[in-house]
């Protein structure tokens, strides 16, 4: 069984920052492309949008919205992804989703962390 257990959200300035991590258990770490999508709080229906994602290679992706200011990494040796957030933005309050996905396995979700952008 994997799970998927997001921290490091929370409220911040406009222009501050913020670390996600995401720590998997289960064996699929080593395999699994991980990543992150966000989705706006009030519209609970709406698509989740990808932020961010990184193959077991250590290759990245970004949506165009967030690059020169997000930065993803993994710690394979701590099972762990991480989302560094800086120069935060009104615009990227949301829920924050990590996921893990490998070639073998159905897509995993964490269960999300509150990202709010707000003086």
């Known amino acids: 069984q994997v799970q998927l257990v997001e921290s490091g959200g929370g409220l911040v300035q406009p222009g501050g920052s913020l670390r996600l991590s995401c720590a998997a258990s289960g064996s699929i770490f080593s395999t699994a492309a991980m990543g992150w999508y966000r989705q706006a709080p009030q519209a609970p229906g709406k698509q989740r949008d990808l932020?961010?994602?990184?193959?077991?290679?250590?290759?990245?992706d970004y949506r165009n919205s967030v690059k020169g200011r997000f930065t993803i990494s993994r710690d394979n040796a701590k099972n762990t992804v991480y989302l560094q957030m800086n120069s935060l933005k009104p615009e990227d309050t949301a829920v924050y989703y990590c996921y893990a996905k490998s070639p073998t396995n159905p897509i995993y979700w964490g269960k999300g962390t509150l990202v709010t952008v707000s003086s």
């Open positions: 932020v961010a994602r990184i193959t077991s290679g250590g290759s990245t």
